[in-house]
């Protein structure tokens, strides 16, 4: 049974600047597809729609992921070196356990760091991301063995020709295994079509 209407206005002309119908916003190879579709595939296109009509071209305006990371006492302890934290809440065991903490406290640049890389990872499959501001505030230590998931969500995106890609902004953060927040995160990046990245 097929439950989702197609978009179509009857305004069938193919616009060459933004390679949508000016009528349905899709792609050729959206429309061309669409009556094989299956309706958990036709929604997707209609949620890039949505975000389209809205003036992004490569991003979809709503759409969230998220990742997980495991943070053991070697991991914390590496990562401080490699970026020469020397903060013995970071590398001294004895010390740490001394502490308010009572155990090794992740750098706050390591969750930072793989909170900003997400972006990459995420966007890079299918377009050319590249970051242009990130805030990030920490809200909680985060320690030895927590595991973290953390989460982005795009809230504007818009085309912008001198950029020849779309200025995002994003909404993001990550919390423990126990549900508190850690972090809390914006960012503004520029993601651009794939095929015209060098």
């Not at 060459?16 to 299956?38: L, Y």
């Not at 009572?102 to 377009?127: E, K, N, V, Y």
Request: charged share 20%; glycine share 6%; net charge positive.
């Amino acid at each position: 049974m097929n439950d989702v209407s197609s978009p179509c206005i009857d305004v069938c002309r193919m616009n060459p600047q933004t390679g949508f119908c000016d009528g349905c916003f899709r792609t050729i190879d959206e429309i061309a597809a669409w009556a094989s579709a299956g309706d958990d595939d036709k929604r997707a296109v209609l949620a890039r729609v949505a975000s389209r009509r809205q003036g992004a071209r490569v991003v979809t305006i709503g759409e969230s992921f998220e990742a997980t990371l495991a943070l053991p006492s070697a991991s914390i302890k590496h990562f401080a070196t490699l970026v020469n934290d020397l903060n013995p809440l970071h590398h001294d065991d004895a010390y740490a356990r001394a502490s308010r903490f009572g155990t090794l406290i992740a750098s706050g640049t390591q969750p930072t760091a793989h909170l900003m890389a997400m972006l990459a990872a995420h966007f890079s499959r299918d377009a050319q991301p590249l970051g242009l501001e990130f805030g990030i505030k920490l809200t909680r230590a985060v320690k030895a063995d927590d595991v973290l998931t953390m989460h982005w969500q795009v809230v504007q995106a818009k085309w912008k020709a001198s950029l020849n890609g779309d200025l995002v902004k994003l909404a993001g953060g990550a919390r423990n295994q126990l549900g508190d927040t850690v972090m809390k995160a914006t960012a503004t990046i520029v993601v651009m079509p794939k095929e015209n990245a060098k």
